[in-house]
Each structure stands twice: as structure tokens, then as C-alpha cells.
């Protein structure tokens, strides 16, 4: 597994398909929990449904990637925003891309894409599952999550994805769980997006409600097109892979 060497971290990467000299790039951007190894087999069928490169990465704190300083910034997806994605980008020479981001990922993509002045083409935005603000639904469900984990099962699932589980689940519940993280909202970053965008969810997310889903709608400065799955939680594209795989294959060739 390589690693990219930035200014402050090491993180681990993959590539499928084409390079990005040769190819636009799927950029893929996990979840809270997630990791490049969690995201399985899944990009490399994309990228060959599609004959685009795509490139797959463990955030700092994430996989096999360098540990995060702890306890994290209530503003710490603005900070993969800003300085972590742009630089991984340049380091990797991407030139021109679609972002597909679930979750937290889908909620990095949205600050990335409606902050403006990349130097990287972006021609659309594929978010699953995505978190424009903070709902009771969302606490009580990462309240539990920490229930689970500290009764074991979760923490076993989840260690076969990161180095130091302890250090990326902990990372993620406390900020989220932090009273200050309660206001945290990304909805003005909306009306500056305008590259098309496919927005898609489970009707029963228990991560978050469907009014993520209206509000990009409503608010983006783009075309929306949103996919709802029935009988479906926080992650479509476990739930339904040929589902979610085909959506995404019809929305990049509109």
C-alpha cells in the first residue's frame, strides 16, 4: 500500500484505472468511520464500470494513515477542506474530477466544492449520506454507537479497518458528541456550488433525516439529483451496491 507524504502526515492511498494525466479521477471520501480498506472492492468496480481513475484515501486518523492530534477541532471537516484535500490533489497531480463523499466525506465535499478557487476542475459532486447540519437523530445515534463500542462488537468490526480504532472512534464520537459541535452548519457553502451533484440516501438513515437531502436540494446553485433507497440505513452503497453503482454510472454520463 503506498503512502503520500505531506507537510505534517503520511497517508495511505490507492489508485484504480487510469492516471490522472490520462483520465478525469473519481476522488473517493469516507465517513466518519470509514477507511480506504473499508470502502472495499467498491471504488475499483466504479472505476471500471466507468474507465475513470479513482483514487481512495485514509484520512490522518483514519486506516493505516498517521494518528490525528487529539481531541479534534469542532472545525476539523473544514480543515480536510481546505488544507488536507487541496494538498492531496496537488501532491497526486489530479487535474479534473467528480467527488463521490459519504457522510462525513459527502460534508467535506460540500465545503471543498462551495469555498471556490480550486485549481483542480471539479465537474461533479456525488454525495451519499451527506451532513449540511447537526439533528438530535444524529447524537442519539453516535451516542449509541459508543454504547456498542464499549460493549465490544462494534470496536471488533471496526478494528479491522484502522491501525489504533480506539484513536479514530473515539476522534470521531467526541467531536461530534462535543455541546459546541451543535451549531456546526455548511449550508452556506450550498448557493456556490454549481456543478451538478447527485445527492443519495437511505429513507431510514439513522445517522440523519431526509431534510439533508431537501435542503441541498433547495439551496445548491446547481442541479440536484437526488436517489432515495427504501428499507435502507446510513450506508446505500453497502445496501444496494448495484444500485447505488448504477446511479452513479447514469448521473456521469448525463
Known amino acids: 500500500m503506498p503512502f503520500l507524504s505531506l507537510k505534517n502526515c503520511k ?3 490507492e489508485w484504480h484505472g487510469p492516471g490522472p494525466s490520462h483520465s478525469k479521477t473519481l476522488v473517493f471520501l469516507h465517513g466518519g468511520l ?22 481512495v484515501y485514509s484520512r490522518i486518523g483514519y486506516g493505516n494513515s498517521d494518528p490525528a492530534l487529539l481531541p479534534r477541532n469542532i472545525s476539523f ?8 484535500l487541496p494538498n492531496i ?16 466525506g459527502g460534508s467535506i465535499a460540500i465545503i471543498y466544492c462551495g469555498t471556490g478557487g480550486s485549481s483542480v476542475q471539479i465537474d461533479g459532486l456525488i454525495l451519499e449520506a451527506p ?21 465490544g462488537e462494534l470496536k471488533n468490526r471496526l478494528s479491522k479497518y484502522h491501525r489504533d480504532v480506539d484513536h479514530t472512534f473515539f476522534g470521531w464520537s467526541e467531536v461530534w458528541l462535543n455541546p459546541k459541535f451543535r451549531s456546526w452548519n455548511i449550508e ?16 431510514d438513515d439513522e ?17 440536484v ?9 446510513h450506508r446505500p452503497h453497502k445496501r444496494y451496491p448495484d444500485q447505488t453503482m448504477q446511479a452513479i454510472v447514469n448521473f456521469l454520463c448525463l
Open 131 to 151: 451532513h449540511v447540519f447537526v439533528e438530535n437523530i444524529t447524537i442519539e445515534s453516535i451516542s449509541e454507537s459508543v454504547r456498542r463500542y464499549e460493549a
Open 11 to 13: 497517508l495511505e492511498y
Open 77 to 84: 471537516m473544514h480543515e480536510e477542506a481546505h488544507i488536507y
Open 225 to 233: 439529483t437526488t436517489k432515495i433507497f427504501p428499507e435502507c440505513g
Open 89 to 104: 490533489l496537488q501532491a497526486l497531480e489530479v487535474r479534473n474530477a467528480v467527488l463521490i463523499g459519504h457522510s462525513d
Open 34 to 55: 470509514g477507511s480506504l480498506a473499508a470502502w472495499q472492492d467498491y471504488p475499483a468496480q466504479i472505476a471500471k464500470a466507468t474507465g475513470l481513475g479513482a483514487l
Open 207 to 223: 445517522f440523519g433525516t431526509l431534510a439533508h437531502v431537501e435542503s441541498i436540494r433547495k439551496k445548491s446553485g446547481g442541479p
Open 188 to 203: 452556506e457553502f450550498l448557493p456556490r456550488i454549481t456543478i451538478p451533484s447527485l445527492v443519495m440516501q437511505g429513507e
